[in-house]
């Protein structure tokens, strides 16, 4: 409704998963400095930026559960290691998260390599960046 009146509303609170829900843009402010601004997506591109990781996305795999030590998810951390524009692989159950820093064409390589190794995958996405994970990255998990 105040996108629809053309108004801006000023709301201060530390429950960023409601404010990333219905906040077009925010501005991250430490100390009374503004450390950051702008849409979700942007403050996640300005913080990778400045760490030096233009490009790179997280993306995230999801296992079926298989007996087959081949096929594990610690198996799969090791294979993705091995594999181009892959970094920061990490295991959590049958859940792989990793940074990813190749263009579409290779994502899709990849894609084809994992279903091609045989792992059981039933998901592969890339993970959304919330305020939460803005706000993490921009002020170093340091809370004042």
């Known amino acids: 409704m105040a996108t629809q009146m053309n108004k ?3 709301i201060s609170s530390h429950i960023l998963t409601e404010l990333g829900e219905i906040c077009d843009s925010a501005a ?3 100390a009374g400095s503004v450390l950051a601004f702008g849409t ?7 913080q990778r930026h400045a760490e030096g990781q ?27 290691f091995e594999q181009p524009y892959v970094s920061a692989v990490q295991v959590a159950g049958l859940d792989v998260n990793f940074e990813f820093d190749g263009d579409p064409e290779a994502q899709h390589q990849l894609l084809r390599g994992l279903i091609h190794a045989g792992f059981p995958a039933i998901e592969f996405q890339g993970k959304t960046e919330t305020l939460e994970d803005a706000f993490m990255s921009i ?5 004042q």
């Open 54 to 80: 233009t490009g790179q996305k997280t993306l995230a795999i999801q296992l079926l559960a298989d007996d087959d030590a081949k096929h594990s998810p610690a198996a799969l951390e090791r294979w993705l």
């Open 8 to 10: 801006t509303i000023l």
């Open 28 to 30: 991250i402010i430490e």
């Open 40 to 46: 979700i997506e942007e403050l996640s591109k300005q």
């Open 139 to 143: 002020t170093k998990g340091v809370m």
